[in-house]
C-alpha cells in the first residue's frame, strides 16, 4: 500500500528543481571539507 502512495506522489513533486537542491547541498559540503582540511594543513 505505501509504495501505491509514494507512485501517486511521484506525479505531483518536481524532481529537477529537488534534484538541483540536493545537487547544491551535496557540492556544498564538499566545499566546507575541503576547507576543513586546508585550514588543517596550514
Excluded at 8 to 34: G, P
Aim: charged letters at 30%.
Amino acid at each position: 500500500m505505501r509504495f501505491l502512495n509514494f507512485l501517486r506522489r511521484k506525479e505531483y513533486l518536481n524532481w529537477e528543481s529537488y534534484a538541483r537542491k540536493i545537487d547544491f547541498i551535496d557540492n556544498y559540503y564538499w566545499q566546507q571539507s575541503v576547507r576543513r582540511q586546508n585550514i588543517k594543513n596550514l
